[in-house]
């Protein structure tokens, strides 16, 4: 399995985030998490990747115990294996598109302009290279984002309402975006949205509750 989580409970003080969470995402599978809003599902994600602490239970990625690493082991592990998409795009303004893009392979120490620039092909970015963040639509920021995930190609991609700040044509078009270079580079993906015809190109919908996750 890309990603195994087993029983995890998450508590902010006496309030409980979510409880008793277990699932499994395998190489290459596209989950969709939905649920309302404030139960937690961009908590979730951030607790798939590492980034936020749990009270119990465990997060495996790529089998490794995230709760046996320590911050530094845990950024490695992300930085190899994890790639993330968000709504507010997280785009450097100081950095042209190609920069932006080419960050996960130069903190890797594996520079490669050729990568680079078929993944910006791969989703019409193609003739934008030297533009700024300032200069792009929201649509084009998040294929940015999606070809800035990808590039380095990451087991897991973590997507959090990735289509929430776009209008539907545009959504559409990012979200063929993404589906297509997940397949091709074979990640898996998990992807927390309220949206419909994003659940619809899921291979399995999961509805996130205060106590656990069931079929969506």
């Known amino acids: 399995m890309t990603l195994q989580v087993s029983g995890l409970h998450k508590h902010y003080g006496s309030t409980a985030v979510f409880s008793n969470v277990s699932l499994d995402v395998a190489p290459g599978e596209f989950v969709a998490i939905v649920g309302e809003s404030g139960v937690g599902k961009s908590t979730l994600l951030n607790c798939m990747a590492g980034l936020d602490s749990w009270d119990s239970g465990t997060v495996r990625l790529q089998g490794q115990d995230l709760g046996t690493l320590n911050d530094d082991a845990r950024a ?3 930085r190899r294996a994890v790639g993330f998409v968000f709504q507010a795009f997280h785009v450097l303004p100081h950095l042209d598109v190609a920069q932006n893009v080419a960050l996960p392979l130069l903190l890797l120490g594996q520079p490669d302009a050729a990568r680079v620039q078929a993944m910006l092909d791969a989703v019409g970015l193609a003739g934008l290279e030297a533009r700024l963040p300032q200069q792009l639509s929201g649509g084009q920021l998040q294929r940015v984002a999606i070809a800035r995930a990808l590039v380095h190609r ?6 959090d309402e990735p289509t929430g700040n776009l209008d539907p044509d545009t959504a559409a078009m990012v979200m063929e975006a993404l589906v297509a270079q997940t397949r091709q580079h074979g990640a898996s993906m998990v992807l927390v949205t309220h949206s419909v015809a994003a659940t619809a ?12 996750v069931v079929p969506g």
């Open 154 to 159: 990451p087991a897991l991609l973590l997507a």
């Open 76 to 78: 490695l592990l992300r």
């Open 201 to 212: 190109r899921a291979d399995r919908v999961l509805r996130l509750r205060p106590d656990g």
